[in-house]
């Protein structure tokens, strides 16, 4: 196939373009082959390192919830132990540090919940992101032999159908399987990250059965698929932009500086309490010292055990991709096929094949379709133009931002017009008038494909498959 982009034409309708005797808009696997092989530092043992990293800062930060309601029992009695107005004072000011220290802590927690989510998102939206890209070229240019399992025809995939296999995907990435509700609780973070995932996988879903449908000769059902894929193609396109500067930007924000400052602070209103203590006014000084003291224990004390745990931020989770290792994965698919994929890719890209109610037929080989794909390498160094020229590397939010933004500015993925597939031109009557109309309605719908095709490079990250 020739994968030139240097002639093709971008945004006009089928009318025009006969009428000018312009080239056609690419068609789906043009499109696609432009966008190849990135997937970033993102299979199992990454994200399971990442998330490992990231849970033993959330068990240390819930030991130090813990310890800190322990010693908010403590200075009660602290509270109680003052009667004279100097004592009160002073066990306010204690108290206000403490306060301030819970609340350093429960925003800790709610950081490190968003960054497991997004942790989770990382892996298994890159999977089924290249699940996704790899139906559309293997299955609408050129034309496979997908079959229903069903009779229903072409049913459009819904966001509630795909949630329902959250748990699923981010298990087999992570190890730890999170469902919908996870995700909400992790907040505005966890609902983006919720998206990545959701919406690569309702693409392939729709791809599958629109491919389904062209097997059965059902046209207009193609024409449907169509219609529903692509602006959701675009709208992905905006999901994955934003999902990048979540990488870049994001901290699981480390509550040690705080807490320092909260603990200096508590000693220093526990000592002003102590000094002005007045047994003959009521004070009960040695129940105050002696709760003040226990506070103190409990705040220095989670303050150690929190400084022996990693907050890092997103972008320094995951290891920098190299060209090298990019190119030696291309060399690794075409050699030993899928012993080169990771893990957990042929699960993904079968998990989703189920949920679609769609097969192929014979014994056809997931695995090595994948790998064969992934093989035929780049065309005119799209990607590899993404790396840094002197170092050789790119950042996980780099290339996430990259394949949303700069490349697809460039027109590759721009292109794609899905209605441009072979599925179109199936035998029906009037079918190439069906065709005009659907594309005269288009105009400034093109697709987007180039996030659509994430996958893992890095040969250090992969376990192969030697069985």
């Known amino acids: 196939m020739n994968r030139s982009a240097s002639t093709r034409r971008v945004g006009l309708p089928l009318a025009t373009c006969l009428m000018l005797s312009l080239d056609l808009p690419a068609r789906a696997n043009d499109g696609w082959n432009e966008a190849r092989e990135l997937s970033g530092a993102v299979a199992n043992a990454p994200v399971q390192a990442a998330e490992a990293t990231l849970r033993a800062a959330g068990d240390a930060v819930d030991q130090a919830l813990a310890a800190l309601n322990a010693a908010q029992a403590e200075e009660a009695e602290a509270q109680t132990a003052a009667e004279t107005a100097a004592a009160v004072a002073a066990v306010a000011e204690a108290e206000a540090a403490v306060t301030a220290a819970a609340a350093a802590l429960t925003g800790a927690a709610a950081a490190l919940e968003g960054a497991v989510t997004v942790a989770a998102a990382v892996g298994a939206a890159t999977l089924t992101t290249q699940a996704s890209s790899w139906i559309l070229s293997t299955c609408w240019d050129p034309v496979c032999n997908l079959h229903a399992s069903t009779s229903a025809g072409f049913v459009p995939a819904t966001l509630a159908s795909v949630q329902g296999l959250l748990p699923t995907l981010t298990s087999a990435t992570g190890g730890v399987a999170l469902t919908q509700a996870d995700f909400a609780a992790a907040g505005p973070v966890g609902q983006l990250a919720d998206s990545v995932i959701s919406e690569s996988a309702m693409l392939f879903i729709d791809a599958g059965r629109g491919a389904a449908a062209a097997s059965a000769g059902n046209h207009q059902q193609v024409l449907q698929a169509i219609a529903t894929m692509q602006p959701l193609l675009a709208q992905y396109r905006q999901t994955i932009a934003a999902f990048a500067g979540l990488l870049a930007s994001t901290s699981t924000g480390s509550p040690i500086v705080q807490l320092t400052a909260d603990a200096a602070a508590f000693d220093a209103a526990a000592a002003k309490a102590i000094s ?138 721009l292109n794609i017009d899905l209605s441009q597939s072979p599925l179109v031109n199936t035998p029906e009557p009037h079918g190439f008038a069906s065709v005009a109309v659907w594309l005269a309605g288009l105009v400034g719908t093109r697709a987007v494909g180039h996030l659509m095709r994430f996958r893992h490079t890095l040969r250090s990250y992969r376990k192969p498959r030697l069985s």
């Open 276 to 413: 002005v203590c007045a047994p003959g006014g009521g004070d009960d000084c040695n129940t105050l010292a002696t709760s003040l003291g226990k506070v103190s224990a409990s705040l220095h004390g989670l303050l150690a055990a929190l400084s022996t745990v990693s907050f890092p931020s997103q972008a320094s989770l995951w290891p920098q991709l190299t060209l090298t290792g990019f190119e030696q994965f291309l060399q690794d698919t075409a050699t030993i096929g899928a012993a080169a994929l990771p893990s957990a890719e042929v699960p993904v890209a079968e998990t989703l094949l189920q949920a679609s109610n769609v097969s192929f037929g014979g014994s056809f080989d997931v695995g090595g379709s994948i790998a064969a794909w992934d093989a035929q390498g780049l065309a005119g160094d799209a990607e590899t133009s993404l790396f840094d020229p002197t170092t050789g590397t790119l950042t996980l939010s780099g290339l996430f931002l990259g394949a949303a933004t700069t490349l697809s500015a460039n027109g590759y993925w």
